[in-house]
Nanobody, 122 residues
Framework: QVQLVESGGGLVQAGASLRLSCAAS????????AGWFRQAPGKEREFVGLMAWNGRSTFYADSVKGRFTISRDNAKKEVYLQMNNLKPEDTAVYYC???????????????WGQGTQVTVSS
């Protein structure tokens, strides 16, 4: 069982940057793909992006492509989400996720963090 704990959320103004971190508790971290989802109030959970277990491949939702970047440090068992040029519509709870799949669908993800709030003011 992999436990994930996110940190780094907060309140920022539009145009600012923020970096989220996710720490994993289990040794199998290095063998799993890792990514992020988000959920805004009143909306369904939305795929943000995913990075392969070896860091060699990534894919992102069109809504964040070019602004958000996922990275990982397998030695530290950590995943990161660098968010640049934030917009009010990026306001959501952000969840760290891990999976064996290569998919944008939430049902393919077995491991979820508890979430961290990101609020972007206009």
């Amino acid at each position: 069982q992999v436990q994930l704990v996110e940190s780094g959320g907060g309140l920022v103004q539009a145009g600012a940057s923020l970096r989220l971190s996710c720490a994993a508790s289990d040794g199998s971290f290095g063998g799993l793909n890792a990514g992020w989802f988000r959920q805004a109030p009143g909306k369904e959970r939305e795929f943000v992006g995913l990075m392969a277990w070896n860091g060699r491949s990534t894919f992102y939702a069109d809504s964040v492509k070019g602004r958000f970047t996922i990275s990982r440090d397998n030695a530290k068992k950590e995943v990161y989400l660098q968010m640049n040029n934030l917009k009010p519509e990026d306001t959501a709870v952000y969840y760290c996720v891990m999976t064996n799949a290569w998919s944008p669908h939430s049902w393919d993800y077995r491991y979820w963090g508890q979430g961290t709030q990101v609020t972007v003011s206009s």
